[in-house]
């Protein structure tokens, strides 16, 4: 199998790609679409073998759940079995957007999705092309980041057909993803409410909706685990990822001489300290501002991996709320 690549760049070819995207879906076969955050690789949600599929394509564990995208509150309310009020005001300031709020699920929610667990992870994107099909089919589509587990979340159609073309019918090309990391996922059903993964929406904007002292950071996590991007390796670039900080060249020449690579195998990926006489295989200065770093950090480290690279130096991030999501990310790309 080779994956078809469609554009929706125009409104005829966006019709067109909803058209064919609904009726592969339908047919229980799997669609990588555009989100707002990343690319999604997308099945029905309702139907358990096609989502079956996706752990098969992505070689996922099955202890990792799948967060479920919908088209209005309707939709999000039939895959839960509690809808409470922080879920109705966090919806009213966040949706569509790159927040996932953790709810009991449904019987309409197939166990797979949830890894067997008793909550279910929704989200309303923002994009309009997986909007305008999830209208189109009438049921939710569970959809993890367009890549094989593990590995770098997909921010092109590109990304996705390196990593899955072989495997799956269809790619939708959005253009590249506005967020560029994958969404904030908040548990409702634990008491307080608890920040699983960082994103770009802070958990700063979230304590404001949810009232001061509302929100716990981390902690403990659940016996099952409620949502993707928990595992201690995961956003993984195929080279090693390190991130350092670095008081000048000299500094930077001497952290990088410990790992006894030659220069044109290390690529470094910084936002303030550019170096001017360290040669390295490749320089990339990605924008110092969270959001717009977010945006560019994965297509960056994609590009280390296509030019070759055995190492990646990542410049560590500020300190700052604003940062986290990127931290963590970071974290888990490095480990191991």
Same mark, same amino acid.
């Not at 995208?69 to 957007?97: I, K, M, N, T, Y």
């Not at 019918?169 to 634990?190: C, K, N, R, T, W």
């Given at each position: 199998?080779?994956?078809?690549?469609?554009?929706?760049?125009?409104?005829?070819?966006?019709?067109?790609?909803?058209?064919?995207?609904?009726?592969?879906?339908?047919?229980?076969?799997?669609?990588?679409?555009?989100?707002?955050?990343?690319?999604?690789?997308?099945?029905?949600?309702?139907?358990?073998?096609?989502?079956?599929?996706?752990?098969?394509?992505?070689?996922?564990?099955? /202890?990792?759940?799948?967060?479920?995208?919908?088209?209005?509150?309707?939709?999000?309310?039939?895959?839960?079995?509690?809808?409470? $009020?922080?879920?109705?005001?966090?919806?009213?300031?966040?949706?569509?957007? *790159?927040?996932?709020?953790?709810?009991?699920?449904?019987?309409?929610?197939?166990?797979?999705?949830?890894?067997?667990?008793?909550?279910?992870?929704?989200?309303?994107?923002?994009?309009?092309?997986?909007?305008?099909? +999830?209208?189109?089919?009438?049921?939710?589509?569970?959809?993890? $980041?367009?890549?094989?587990?593990?590995?770098?979340? *997909?921010?092109?159609?590109?990304?996705?057909?390196?990593?899955?073309?072989?495997?799956?019918?269809?790619? +939708?090309?959005?253009?590249?993803?506005?967020?560029?990391?994958? $969404?904030?996922?908040?548990?409702?059903?634990?008491?307080?409410?608890?920040?699983?993964?960082?994103?770009?929406?802070?958990?700063?904007?979230?304590?404001?909706?949810?009232?001061?002292?509302?929100?716990?950071?981390?902690?403990? *996590?659940?016996?099952?685990?409620?949502?993707?991007?928990?595992?201690?390796?995961?956003?993984?670039?195929?080279?090693?990822?390190?991130?350092?900080?670095?008081?000048? /060249?000299?500094?930077?020449?001497?952290?990088?001489?410990?790992?006894?690579?030659?220069?044109?195998?290390?690529?470094?990926?910084?936002? $303030?300290?550019?170096?001017?006489?360290?040669?390295?295989?490749?320089?990339? +200065?990605?924008?110092?501002?969270?959001?717009?770093?977010?945006?560019?950090?994965?297509?960056?480290?994609?590009?280390?991996?296509?030019?070759?690279?055995?190492?990646?130096?990542?410049?560590?991030?500020?300190?700052?709320?604003?940062?986290?999501?990127?931290?963590?990310?970071?974290?888990?790309?490095?480990?191991?």
């Amino acid at each position: 199998m080779t994956a078809e690549v469609l554009s929706i760049e125009t409104p005829a070819r966006f019709e067109e790609a909803v058209r064919r995207a609904g009726a592969l879906l339908r047919a229980g076969q799997l669609v990588a679409l555009p989100t707002e955050t990343v690319y999604g690789l997308a099945a029905n949600a309702w139907d358990e073998e096609a989502v079956r599929r996706i752990y098969q394509a992505k070689g996922r564990p099955a /202890e990792n759940p799948i967060i479920v995208h919908v088209a209005g509150l309707e939709l999000a309310r039939r895959c839960v079995r509690a809808w409470p $009020s922080a879920a109705d005001q966090l919806a009213a300031a966040f949706w569509p957007g *790159p927040l996932t709020l953790v709810l009991p699920r449904s019987e309409e929610i197939p166990p797979l999705v949830t890894a067997g667990g008793a909550t279910v992870g929704v989200r309303w994107p923002r994009h309009p092309f997986i909007q305008a099909v +999830i209208r189109a089919c009438g049921f939710p589509l569970a959809a993890p $980041s367009a890549n094989r587990s593990t590995e770098l979340s *997909p921010t092109t159609a590109e990304h996705v057909r390196k990593s899955l073309g072989a495997s799956i019918p269809l790619i +939708i090309d959005g253009g590249p993803a506005h967020v560029g990391i994958e $969404s904030s996922v908040l548990d409702l059903a634990s008491s307080p409410p608890r920040l699983l993964r960082p994103g770009m929406i802070s958990a700063e904007s979230l304590q404001a909706v949810l009232g001061e002292g509302a929100l716990e950071i981390g902690g403990a *996590p659940p016996a099952i685990v409620r949502s993707p991007g928990q595992g201690p390796r995961h956003y993984s670039p195929k080279a090693r990822l390190v991130v350092l900080c670095w008081r000048d /060249e000299a500094d930077l020449a001497a952290q990088v001489s410990a790992f006894g690579l030659a220069r044109e195998k290390i690529h470094l990926v910084t936002h $303030s300290r550019v170096p001017l006489r360290e040669h390295f295989g490749r320089v990339a +200065i990605v924008p110092p501002d969270a959001e717009a770093c977010a945006r560019a950090l994965y297509a960056e480290l994609h590009r280390c991996d296509e030019a070759g690279a055995e190492l990646i130096i990542v410049e560590a991030p500020p300190p700052g709320e604003q940062w986290r999501a990127i931290a963590d990310r970071l974290r888990r790309a490095a480990h191991g």
